[in-house]
């Protein structure tokens, strides 16, 4: 099997040398980049598997750089692992509501980063798509229809985009259709490792998907929240 190519992008020499020597240890490619531009051009001229990126960078910054990734027919559906400053809370929720995969404060752990790397990559293995629609996991609810197989969601035959933790959270949720999910459950499930109780990051996703599937009024409200607890779908 070839290697999965990791782009890093950072502005500080020793954080890409620390992420290119212990992932080249752990088997990836690692292809740097110090700023937004270079990023930009890499990921227009090279094969990436998945987006290490910082949000602090000089000239295009990291959000503009996942709104450009986002708002590409070629690369939207490529994973993006922001890098955050541990106290930059703000820009931490602009990166997952702009549409970033998960986030990893500064300063982090390697194997921490290895293990996000992992959870993100298995999740996005599982969007290849297949020849017979027959085959195709799907949930049909009213007028949304989620395909797993494909990843895809419609509502009324019109596809709307979903970042991969987006998805994952209304399949669960779909899926398990009446039940109650702790907001801690629902990390534990979707993300696949302890997040020390950072139950905001479901929040921001949940309030990402009720943009995404009700904002139609026409639409009824599909994730209800119930409160102290978490969600359902109903």
Do not use: C
Request: net charge negative; proline share 2%.
């Amino acid at each position: 099997m070839s290697k999965k190519n990791i782009l890093a992008v950072d502005d500080e020499e020793h954080i890409l040398e620390l992420i290119d020597y212990n992932l080249s240890n752990a088997g990836y490619q690692v292809v740097r980049a110090e700023t937004g531009e270079e990023a930009i051009k890499i990921l227009g001229e090279q094969k990436i598997d998945l987006a290490l990126l910082d949000l602090m960078l000089p000239g295009i910054d990291g959000i503009d750089v996942l709104k450009n990734i986002r708002s590409s027919s070629k690369l939207k559906n490529l994973p993006v692992i922001i890098l955050t400053a541990k106290s930059d809370e703000i820009s931490k929720v602009v990166g997952l509501e702009v549409g970033a995969d998960d986030y990893l404060s500064k300063p982090f752990g390697v194997h921490e980063l290895i293990a996000r790397i992992k959870a993100v990559l298995r999740r996005t293995e599982g969007s290849l798509q297949v020849q017979d629609e027959e085959m195709e996991e799907k949930l049909v609810i009213d007028h949304i229809v989620i395909n797993k197989t494909r990843r895809v969601v419609s509502i009324n035959g019109e596809e709307i985009e979903l970042s991969l933790k987006e998805f994952e959270l209304l399949y669960l949720l779909a899926k398990n259709k009446g039940i109650v999910f702790s907001r801690d459950s629902l990390l534990e499930k979707i993300w696949g490792y302890d997040y020390y109780g950072e139950t905001r990051t479901v929040d921001v996703h949940i309030r990402n998907l009720r943009k995404k599937i009700e904002e139609d009024d026409n639409n009824p409200v599909y994730i209800k929240t119930i409160r102290g607890v978490g969600y359902k779908f109903s």
